[in-house]
């Protein structure tokens, strides 16, 4: 069953890396966007059904689950035809990452859960979610400073190129950091609850993402304007990345 | 029934001869009245005569009646499907000086609307309404600007969007800068203040656009309120230099300089959070976008060729409508003298019965004669068809 739905994910979000390239095929990237999030909907429904707790414990499990909130938060706030550089930046490395995460066994059904109690559930919930919507904020700030880099340049085909305004997309890209940082706090309450029920220390992992919590909260309350909201938003991507992909796996462990 | 055009335009006539058989609509309608079935399309670019004749004659001489000459190799004159595909064409701006260009869609709309029009140039134009709306809907044909003054209004809506709200300073009293400035304020931007040498016209133009006046002194002064500026005085000096140019922390600042000699320091570009273009870089932009539009014109034609073609199978199917219904009326009177043999003699419950069978049987037979000549006629052989049925059935007597 997971793989009978595996692959049309797989290949609607493929099909739409691909078909973002061109302005003449984006319509159908859009419904390659679409369908696949709707497949991959239905794989984690599934998982969720065959798992004896929170099927995405894994480090591969949790990358599906994050690649499904990336996908997401790009449907909900991006997804629309002048954004098509966005899904340009967005899908393929979405689909590379779901690819990454079957290879690791993080697509399968029946997996058992290494989670013992909600607040753990939870806590990785809440934090996949703010991460997700703090990688889309940081794609809306990269696709940001190219539209301002070719504005300076003065480049001809700036209109052709049918990008979003550059003020939309710092409000767009502050309004997914405003969303996703009350889940961060959330999922890091959460965590710490945990934590103190297990009476364990905290790890690199954890104090990372507590100064992503300060990085983007100073974002929040200062509110950047232009290329300086811009770089603030990717310098807190970075965090991110290094979260999710070089401490990860000593926290799950 | 025969769809003609005759008509010139700016491909073949030259202004002088142009402007002599350009009509208002009340004299296009006027004309299109006196020719009967007709509509006629004019603006500044072409004059045109859509009939629903193949005789053109009249409408060839009220063209060369208005022009005051012969117009001989200057007209041009298209039946049926080229002329649809004309003014398909003329719909959707290719036919149009500038590819994609809106305003030519209204016209037609117009021409249409003022016309008194049977079936045929009924069904030909609200096509060509809908082909030009699609074109639009479903290329970027029509999006890109193809002025400088709308060059600069598109580039500022690239910037800060939607342009409601947005603050315009417009330096200078010039053309240019005064259709730029209209430009923006079409597209819901505010001109809060108009600077000039003189201050007078300074007022009367911020008056026409619910601005303030000031003088071209205190520009420094007013750029923290204004997001948008534009300049075009003749000014042999900049009126604006970056260092009057105060920091810009929260919004950006777009500033169009249509000026030669320039009026605005080019080192304002160089800081954070401006963004100034000249007349050269609205130019690039303009040719850029005009070189777009050509290439959506390609999609476009695609759509009108398709559209051309639905016209083709829709005219050619009128060819054997009225052999279809003949033949039917044919079969219904033979179906309703046979029945009127058996009056008396059957119940009326068996009347009943036999009335149903034999209409039944009667749809049977005709419907494939029916289906075939409708596929015969969208290809060459409608009217063959046609006339072998008219021959085979009696029919000759009813054309």
Same mark, same amino acid.
């Given at each position: 069953m997971v793989e009978a739905l595996f692959w049309p994910a797989i290949l609607a979000y493929g099909e739409a890396a691909f078909a973002y390239a061109s302005a003449r095929t984006s319509p159908a990237a859009t419904w390659g966007v679409r369908l696949g999030w709707l497949a991959q909907t239905a794989l984690l429904a599934v998982q969720a059904a065959r798992s004896d707790g929170f099927p995405w414990s894994s480090w591969a499990g949790s990358l599906n689950l994050f690649v499904w909130l990336v996908v997401g938060a790009y449907l909900i706030w991006g997804c629309r035809p002048r954004f098509r550089l966005l899904g340009l930046a967005v899908m393929p490395p979405a689909a590379i990452l779901f690819l990454v995460a079957r290879v690791g066994? %993080?697509?399968?059904? %029946?997996v058992r859960s290494h989670y013992g109690n909600l607040f753990l559930v939870l806590h990785v919930g809440l934090v996949l979610a703010a991460f997700a919507g703090f990688t889309l904020a940081a794609a809306l700030a990269g696709l940001y400073l190219w539209e301002e880099h070719r504005l300076k340049r003065r480049a001809a085909d700036i209109l052709r190129l049918r990008l979003p305004p550059l003020a939309m997309l710092e409000r767009l890209a502050f309004r997914t950091i405003a969303v996703s940082l009350p889940l961060l706090t959330l999922g890091l309450i959460a965590g710490i609850v945990r934590l103190r029920e297990d009476r364990g220390s905290v790890d690199a992992l954890e104090a990372l993402t507590a100064l992503t919590w300060l990085l983007y909260g100073g974002f929040v309350v200062a509110r950047p304007a232009g290329n300086r909201a811009a770089y603030f938003a990717l310098g807190g991507f970075v965090l991110v990345i290094v979260a999710r992909l070089a401490l990860a796996g000593s926290h799950f462990a | 029934m025969t769809l003609s055009l005759v008509g010139l335009s700016h491909h073949v006539a030259p202004v002088e001869l142009r402007e002599r058989v350009t009509l208002d609509i009340e004299a296009s309608a006027a004309l299109a009245a006196a020719l009967g079935d007709a509509v006629c399309l004019s603006t500044c670019n072409r004059t045109e005569l859509y009939l629903a004749t193949g005789d053109a004659a009249p409408a060839v001489k009220a063209l060369e009646a208005l022009a005051g000459r012969g117009l001989g190799t200057v007209l041009y004159r298209l039946h049926d499907d080229a002329a649809a595909l004309h003014l398909f064409r003329v719909a959707a701006g290719l036919d149009s000086l500038v590819p994609g260009e809106g305003e030519i869609l209204g016209q037609v709309r117009a021409a249409y609307e003022a016309a008194s029009t049977g079936p045929l140039l009924d069904r030909v134009f609200r096509q060509a309404l809908g082909v030009g709306k699609r074109v639009r809907t479903e290329t970027a044909i029509g999006e890109s600007p193809a002025s400088v003054s709308s060059a600069a209004a598109a580039l500022a809506a690239q910037v800060? $969007?939607?342009?409601? $709200?947005r603050r315009v300073l417009l330096v200078g009293a010039g053309r240019s800068g005064e259709l730029a400035a209209a430009n923006l304020a079409s597209r819901g931007a505010t001109i809060a203040y108009v600077a000039n040498r003189t201050v007078e016209t300074a007022r009367s133009l911020a008056e026409r656009f619910g601005g303030s006046a000031i003088a071209l002194g205190d520009l420094g002064a007013h750029l923290t309120d204004v997001d948008v500026v534009v300049s075009s005085t003749s000014s042999p000096e900049p009126v604006l230099l970056a260092s009057d140019v105060p920091a810009r922390r929260r919004s950006p600042l777009f500033l169009i300089d249509i000026a030669v000699p320039r009026d605005l320091d080019p080192a304002i570009h160089q800081l954070d959070g401006c963004f100034l273009y000249d007349i050269d870089d609205l130019e690039a932009v303009v040719a850029e976008t005009l070189a777009g539009r050509r290439a959506e014109a390609a999609r476009a034609e695609e759509l009108v060729a398709e559209e051309a073609e639905r016209f083709r199978s829709w005219q050619a199917a009128l060819d054997v409508v009225p052999a279809i219904a003949s033949l039917r009326a044919r079969a219904e009177e033979i179906r309703s003298a046979e029945l009127a043999k058996v009056d008396g003699r059957v119940s009326d419950d068996e009347r009943r019965t036999l009335e149903s069978v034999t209409a039944q049987i009667l749809n049977k037979l005709l419907h494939l004669p029916t289906v075939r000549m409708k596929e015969a006629a969208i290809g060459a052989d409608g009217a063959a068809y046609a006339d072998a049925v008219r021959h085979l059935f009696g029919l000759e007597e009813e054309r």
């Open positions: 066994g %993080g697509t399968h059904a %029946g | 800060f $969007g939607d342009l409601a $709200g």
